[in-house]
């Protein structure tokens, strides 16, 4: 069914395709339609110190305004990642800003963050029934310099944390200038080292510690992995995600849109994604969290994930080439790997 379904959303703009996509979602969860054909899938798994329904998740990117938490959550996903989120409402970069890359199963986008806001985002999360696991991905305004990043992603922190189960420190997109500096040892540690001391404060107010989560690019070199995992482990996160979208264009040259600025998703990204997965689970301890995502687009592959060491899987271009059905071949394949 969606195999047809996803001929008629590709004859639209990517971008277009992406808004009916989500409301012909969100109309089918109104209906129960969506209940009947992706009926809750249990493989529970606790990581981060939280419950999970399932390991099997959709990424940030696909819901930026909390806007279909609930529709998502009725296609089987045991967790979902809203946002990327800043503390002011930004536009983004200019249209169009996605494309498609059809015969790699892939997508470029430079969409730049684009957003309603924090406070639009928290006013959706308050309304969300989805039972399950609840992150919220957060970012910085693209004005905000480097050094003042700190004070955007407080902002965002002390907005969200009652409201989410996670949070995750966005310092990997490429498509918002300087960002991915962040990730220098010296830059990580240091933002790190404000965000977990405000968490601590977070948690003595609210009367509970909310694990926060960092997300890297595929485009690391080896050598940054162990500075990185100890500043993670220095200052007490509880999970990575491993990993955003890349720069790197070897795998679909040649191909029509290869050239187009942005950030490189779906199969092309599976191996440089699966590389820096495992060499942070070989410099990690085990009871730091580990969400594999990138190139995720057959159950063999999220199951491939969890091989890598992987507790948790998330992805966003494979559900737009696959669909629900994803999810269930995800969570069947990851179940035989258990089970093996």
């Known amino acids: 069914m969606y195999s047809l379904i996803r001929k008629a959303l590709f004859v639209a703009d990517p971008e277009t395709a992406h808004g009916l996509a989500l409301e012909g ?4 969860y109104g209906v129960g339609a ?8 249990s493989l529970p798994v606790t990581a981060m110190g939280l419950q999970f329904p399932n390991p099997v998740g959709m990424a940030a990117g696909m819901d930026k305004n909390g806007d279909y938490i609930d529709a998502l959550g ?5 967790f979902i990642e809203v946002g990327s989120v800043t503390p002011r409402p930004q536009p983004g970069n ?27 985002l928290v006013q959706q999360v308050k309304k969300r029934r989805f039972s399950g696991v609840l992150g919220i991905n957060i970012g910085k305004n693209f004005d905000t310099p480097n050094d003042q990043a700190a004070d ?10 009652p409201h989410a189960d996670y949070v995750t420190i966005n310092i990997s997109s490429p ?5 991915r500096d962040l990730q220098n040892t010296e830059q990580l540690d240091s933002l790190l080292a404000v965000l977990n001391s405000r968490r601590l404060e977070l948690a003595n107010e609210y009367q509970k510690r909310v694990p926060l989560v960092v997300k890297v690019a595929p485009d690391l070199e080896d050598e940054q992995v162990p500075g990185m995992a100890q500043a993670i482990v220095r200052n007490e996160f509880d999970g990575l995600i491993a990993t955003n979208t890349t720069i790197s264009r070897d795998a679909v040259k040649g ?9 490189l998703s779906g199969a092309p990204v599976k191996d440089k994604a699966n ?11 085990p009871e730091i969290a580990l969400i594999g995502t990138g190139g995720i687009t057959t159950g063999d592959d999220a199951a491939e994930k969890i091989k890598l060491g992987a507790d948790l899987v998330q992805f966003y271009t494979g559900f737009v080439y696959k669909g629900p059905d994803l999810v269930k071949d995800s969570l069947q394949a990851i179940k035989a790997y258990r089970s093996a």
């Open 175 to 179: 498509n918002t200038r300087g960002l």
């Open 74 to 78: 009725s296609v089987g996903f045991g």
């Open 94 to 120: 200019p249209k169009p800003r996605i494309f498609r890359l059809e015969k790699a199963n892939a997508m470029i986008n430079r969409l730049g963050f684009n957003n309603k806001g924090v406070d639009y």
């Open 34 to 41: 969506t209940h009947l054909l992706c009926k809750t899938r």
């Open 255 to 263: 191909m029509k849109h290869a050239d187009e600025q942005g950030g």
């Open 25 to 28: 979602l969100r109309l089918g």
């Open 152 to 161: 955007d992603y407080l902002l965002c922190l002390e907005k969200v944390y």
């Open 275 to 285: 590389h820096i997965l495992a060499e942070f689970r070989g410099n990690l301890p």
